[in-house]
């Protein structure tokens, strides 16, 4: 099959997670795009997300949930295996928070599911 040709999607198990490829083959198969042009397209988005939290702003996405960067404190830790005390650096670390609507369906599928 040529790479730039979408394929029908296969079905997922309840476990399943899925891969950037796998979500612009289905991008691509359920918008009738390229699949090059697709992945250009899915790079942007992602790129221009990642740009956005760098400089310190918040992702919305109506429906789906916020992206946001949280800063966190250092502290003194321990280390599991020895007992020694460790210093954790304060850090920077990318947040989401879903939002309910889709919290909401999410809950609904999981209950007809069952």
Known sequence: MPANKPSQPRVETEAASITKAELIQRLAYKTKMSVQRTEFVVDAIFACMEQ?????????????????????????????????????????????????NLAAKIAVSHRTES
């Not at 702003?57 to 020694?84: A, L, M, W």
């Open 52 to 100: 956005s939290l760098r400089r310190g702003e918040r992702v919305e996405i109506r429906g789906f949930g916020t992206f946001q960067v949280r800063s966190y404190k250092g502290y003194t830790g321990r280390n599991p295996s020895t007992g020694d005390r460790v210093e954790v650096a304060p850090k920077r670390l990318p947040f989401f928070k879903v939002s309910k």
